[in-house]
C-alpha cells in the first residue's frame, strides 16, 4: 500500500505560482512512478506531469511543458509540482498518483491515488 496526501493548491490569478507536494507512506517507492492529474468539472481525469521514483526521469502534458515542473525529494519522501504562468484553463483539482513500473499518462492504470487538492486561477 502507498498512503499519498496532497497540499498546496488554492486560488491565484492569471500568471501566478503555486506549489503542489504530495507526502508518500507505506511501502518502497523504487518501482513505482508518481505523477499528478487534474480533473476539471465535468471532464475526465487528465495526466499533467509524472516522474520515476528511481533516477527521477520525468514526462509531461503537451499543455503544461515550459509551464509546471515536477520533482521529488527522496529524503522525504515528498512529490512536487511547481506550476508558473497559470491560466484559468489550468483551474482543476489536482491528484497526486502512483503506478507501478513506467510513468502512466492514463488514470485507468494508477494504483493510488491521493485525495485531490483544489487549484482555481481567476481571469
Known amino acids: 500500500q502507498v498512503q499519498l496526501v496532497e497540499s498546496g493548491g488554492g486560488l491565484v490569478q492569471t500568471g501566478g505560482s503555486l506549489r503542489l507536494s504530495c507526502a508518500a507512506s507505506?511501502?518502497?517507492?523504487?518501482?513505482?512512478?508518481f505523477g499528478w492529474f487534474r480533473q476539471a468539472p465535468g471532464k475526465e481525469r487528465t495526466f499533467v506531469a509524472g516522474i520515476k521514483w528511481s533516477g527521477g526521469s520525468t514526462y509531461y502534458a503537451d499543455s503544461v511543458k515550459g509551464r509546471f515542473t515536477i520533482s521529488r525529494d527522496n529524503a522525504k519522501n515528498t512529490m512536487y509540482l511547481q506550476m508558473i504562468s497559470l491560466k484559468p484553463e489550468d483551474t482543476a483539482v489536482y491528484y497526486c498518483?502512483?503506478?507501478?513500473?513506467?510513468?502512466?499518462?492514463?488514470?485507468?492504470?494508477?494504483?493510488?491515488w491521493g485525495q485531490g487538492t483544489q487549484v482555481t486561477v481567476s481571469s
Open positions: 507505506g511501502r518502497t517507492f523504487s518501482s513505482y512512478a
Open positions: 498518483a502512483a503506478a507501478g513500473g513506467s510513468i502512466t499518462t492514463s488514470a485507468t492504470l494508477v494504483d493510488y
